[in-house]
C-alpha cells in the first residue's frame, strides 16, 4: 500500500535550518508529486509548495526563499528544507502525494504521519 | 491568494444525525479544484472528497460533496462515532493552495 514516512521530530534554535525527509513505497515514485504542509500548534493547514518527481517546484510566496524541496527520485525520498527558521515556523510538517507528476494542482490522497519541528532558544 | 471560510466554526450533532458543512471561496473556483479532508487529533489529514464530488479511495458513502463556484459543501449522511473530527477544504487551483479555518464536528 501507498506509504509516506517522515523524519523524526526536531528541535532547532531561532535562525537555523532544518531538512525533513519522506521516505515513499508502494507506488510509483516517479508517477506523482509531492505537496508539503505545515500545522502549527492548534492551528490550521497551511500549503508550503509542491515538487515534481524530476525536480519542478512551486512555492508559496509566504516561504519563498526560505525553503528548498528536493527528491531523490532512486530512493524515493522527498525533501523538505527551511532556513532561518523564527519560533513562528514551529508546526508539524507534512509530506503528502500530489496525484499529478507535472502538475502541483491535483488533490494530495495520501499523508506521512507528521514530523515535529519546534524552534526555541 | 484565494481566501476559504468555512461554516460553521462547531457543529455539534449527536450520531445517526446529518451533518452539513459549508466551504465559500472568495473567487470563483472550478469544482475540478476543490477538495476536503478530514483531520482526526494527533493524525495527519485523510482525503475524503476530490473535484468537490468524487469520493477518494475507499471513503464510505455516507460522505459527498456538492457544489460550484464560490459555494461548495460536504455532507455526512449519518454520522458514526469515527466521523467526529476536523474537516478542512483545500483549493488546489492557483498557488498558494488554500485551506479553510476547518470545521469541527463535535458530539453533542
Known amino acids: 500500500q501507498v506509504q509516506l514516512v517522515q523524519s523524526g521530530a526536531e528541535v532547532k534554535k531561532p535562525g537555523a535550518s532544518v531538512r525533513v525527509s519522506c521516505k515513499t513505497s508502494g507506488y510509483s515514485f516517479s508517477s506523482y508529486g509531492i505537496s508539503w504542509v505545515r500545522q502549527a500548534p492548534g492551528q490550521g493547514l497551511e500549503w508550503m509548495g509542491w515538487?515534481?518527481?524530476?525536480?519542478?517546484?512551486k512555492y508559496a510566496q509566504n516561504v519563498q526563499g526560505r525553503v528548498t524541496l528536493t527528491t531523490d527520485t532512486s530512493a524515493r525520498i522527498a525533501y523538505m528544507e527551511l532556513r532561518s527558521l523564527t519560533s513562528d515556523d514551529t508546526a508539524v510538517y507534512f509530506c503528502a502525494r500530489a496525484y499529478s507528476a507535472t502538475s502541483p494542482s491535483d488533490r494530495l490522497d495520501s499523508w506521512g504521519q507528521g514530523t515535529l519541528v519546534t524552534v526555541s532558544s | 491568494e484565494i481566501v476559504l471560510t468555512q461554516s460553521p466554526g462547531t457543529l455539534s450533532l449527536s450520531p445517526g444525525e446529518r451533518a452539513t458543512l459549508s466551504c465559500r471561496a472568495s473567487?470563483?473556483?472550478?469544482?475540478?479544484?476543490l477538495g476536503w479532508l478530514q483531520q482526526k487529533p494527533g493524525q495527519a489529514p485523510r482525503l475524503l472528497i476530490y473535484g468537490a464530488s468524487s469520493r477518494a479511495t475507499g471513503i464510505p458513502d455516507r460522505f459527498s460533496g456538492s457544489g460550484s463556484g464560490t459555494d461548495f459543501t460536504l455532507t455526512i449522511s449519518r454520522l458514526e462515532a469515527e466521523d467526529f473530527a476536523v474537516y478542512y477544504c483545500q483549493q488546489y487551483l492557483t498557488s498558494p493552495h488554500t485551506f479553510g479555518q476547518g470545521t469541527k464536528v463535535e458530539i453533542k
Open positions: 515538487i515534481s518527481p524530476y525536480g519542478n517546484t
Open positions: 473567487q470563483s473556483i472550478s469544482s475540478l479544484y
